[in-house]
């Protein structure tokens, strides 16, 4: 008796669940026809015009290197290009490099400072260096350059480090603090008790919870400084030292201001590539360093 009315109760309840999930299913199908309709056509046009450079630099066209068949005759045309792209490789290579290893050493500490001590104008000195964010640009680059020639570092590639790096600190700075901000100051109090000084804390116990915020930090740095175009332009007057943004530039009008449009090509495809490799691998990390501090308070 007890058996027939739990099965009378319950057969119900089961037969006007399955039309809800239907309908539910539906409408979450409907609603997100849009989405994906409006991703997909983002996709297409961010990806498309890479898309097409990678492909007509192997493609065989008239004025380019490459005009019999498919193969790497522009890929060939830019190695040979002045120094070779090897030593522009090479210099983008150090001035990325330093530019990462800087803007990361001094944003960690600057971070760390920010967020976990309390000092005489901490603000009003956050504040000034968020400021540099409202200059433009270009506007420093000539006074840079007259401060470079003072110090010895003119036409050099660690001088075009540092003001690549210059120009990353405001925004590698405010992604640390808020990164530190968001772990709870328990940890690092527990590390100090157990008998670790301010920077103990910070190596053992905080640089592994804001090692997102160093990843985001530190990709920004790398496609700024990689891809990079006006500093080497005003900073490098050698050619040896050009970065390969620069002589990719250059390799345009090599030729009585004829474009070599196919090694052009190659060149924006040797550029995008890195960036490419590098987003894709880090980007699970990426994610999480913009979203460290987004609920914060």
């Known amino acids: 008796m007890t058996e027939t009315l739990t099965r009378n109760i319950v057969a119900p309840k089961a037969r006007h669940t399955r039309p809800r999930h239907g309908r539910s299913t539906a409408a979450r199908i409907a609603y997100g026809i849009p989405y994906w309709v409006f ?12 898309i097409w450079t990678g492909v007509s630099s192997f493609q065989p066209l008239a004025g380019t290197s490459q005009t019999d068949g498919w193969g790497f005759g522009n890929y060939l045309a830019l190695a040979d290009y002045q120094a070779g792209i090897w030593v522009y490789l090479g210099n983008s290579l150090i001035v990325s490099g330093l530019t990462v290893a800087l803007t990361l050493f001094i944003s960690l500490l600057g971070g760390y400072a920010f967020a976990r001590f309390s000092f005489p104008g901490k ?21 840079l350059y007259v401060i470079l020639n003072e110090v010895g570092l003119q036409n050099s590639l660690v001088g075009v480090a540092l003001v690549i790096t210059m120009f990353q600190l405001p925004f590698s ?5 808020i990164s530190f901000e968001s772990i709870p100051r328990e940890m690092d109090e527990a590390a100090l008790v157990d008998g670790c000084s301010s920077f103990g804390a910070l190596w053992r116990v905080l640089l592994p919870a804001v090692k ?9 740095a790398f496609l700024t400084a990689w891809n990079d175009f006006m500093a080497p332009l ?19 009008g090599q030729v009585q201001g004829v474009v070599d449009y196919g090694a052009t090509e190659a060149g924006v495809v040797v550029l995008a590539l890195p960036c490419i490799v590098l987003f894709l691998i880090l980007q699970r990390h990426y994610v999480r360093g913009f979203m460290s501090g987004a609920f914060k308070g």
Do not use: K
């Not at 603000?123 to 006074?143: D, G, H």
């Not at 700075?173 to 603090?177: E, I, N, Q, V």
């Not at 050698?238 to 002589?247: E, G, I, K, S």
């Open 39 to 50: 991703t997909a056509a983002l996709a297409v046009i961010f990806l498309y015009p890479l």
């Open 123 to 143: 603000n009003v000195l956050f504040l000034v260096t968020l400021a540099i964010l409202m200059v433009p640009y270009a506007t420093l680059l000539i006074p």
């Open 173 to 177: 700075m405010f992604m640390m603090r």
């Open 212 to 220: 997102p915020g160093l990843v985001t930090v530190g990709l920004f």
């Open 234 to 252: 005003i900073l490098i007057s050698d050619t040896n030292r050009m970065t390969l943004p620069l002589a990719v530039a250059n390799l345009r």
